[in-house]
């Protein structure tokens, strides 16, 4: 199993921008689809957005559409989510996921690989 470090998580003023990094060791990102997951206090952890193995397919929560994306660069075994027009709501732990399929799931059963999380809060 690969292993993921996000980070770029921190406090920010509600419009404001972050970008999220997952960065992988004891492995190649190459071989997985990747994704972001968030969980706020008291909610269940659900998806924001999910890259194919090659970069070419991505998907959104419909709730950050518009607003994040979701980038990968294999050369450097690193994933991104560009966070722009933050809200209030947007405040979560967000995590990085890797999944040994060359789907972009959105099911988080479908990862077996997670990072241990990066803080996003966002003030109103």
């Known amino acids: 199993q690969v292993q993921l470090v996000e980070s770029g998580g921190g406090l920010v003023q509600a419009g404001g921008s972050l970008r999220l990094s997952c960065t992988a060791s004891g492995g190649t990102l190459r071989r997985y689809a990747m994704g972001w997951f968030r969980q706020a206090p008291g909610k269940e952890r659900e998806f924001v957005a999910a890259?194919?193995?090659?970069?070419?397919?991505?998907v959104y929560a419909d709730s950050v559409k518009g607003r994040f994306t979701i980038i990968r660069d294999n050369s450097k075994n690193t994933m991104y989510l560009q966070m722009n027009t933050l809200k209030p709501e947007d405040t979560a732990v967000y995590y990085c996921?890797?999944?040994?399929?060359?789907?972009?799931?959105?099911?988080?059963?479908?990862?077996?690989?997670w990072g241990q999380g990066t803080q996003v809060t966002v003030s109103s």
């Open positions: 996921a890797a999944s040994e399929t060359r789907a972009t799931p959105e099911d988080r059963d479908a990862y077996g690989s």
């Open positions: 890259i194919s193995w090659s970069g070419g397919t991505r």
